[in-house]
């Protein structure tokens, strides 16, 4: 499957670009450069919106995330 762009992964989604490009920020998504990102990168997003719906900090898995202990690679 190719590359998304932050339009399509937001449109794939439901998640605005302003908001995908936060987490972008936060560390919570990875993009290749241009902001291109992988189709596995939808499921990721699905983890982060279950998360923030659920009234996780996402500031606190971020920095999990950044130590290497949180959101291992989706499948």
């Known amino acids: 499957m190719p590359e998304l762009t932050i339009d399509e992964l ?3 989604t439901g998640e605005p670009v302003a908001q995908l490009r936060d ?3 936060l560390g919570l998504l ?3 450069p241009a902001e291109r990102f992988e189709p596995s990168d939808v499921a990721r997003v699905r983890v982060i919106q279950f998360l923030r ?3 996780v900090d996402l500031a606190v898995v971020a ?3 950044k ?3 949180g959101l291992a690679p989706v499948p």
């Open 10 to 12: 937001a449109s794939r």
């Open 23 to 25: 987490w972008l920020s």
């Open 30 to 32: 990875g993009a290749h």
């Open 53 to 55: 719906d659920h009234r």
């Open 63 to 65: 920095e999990a995330v």
């Open 67 to 69: 130590d290497g202990s």
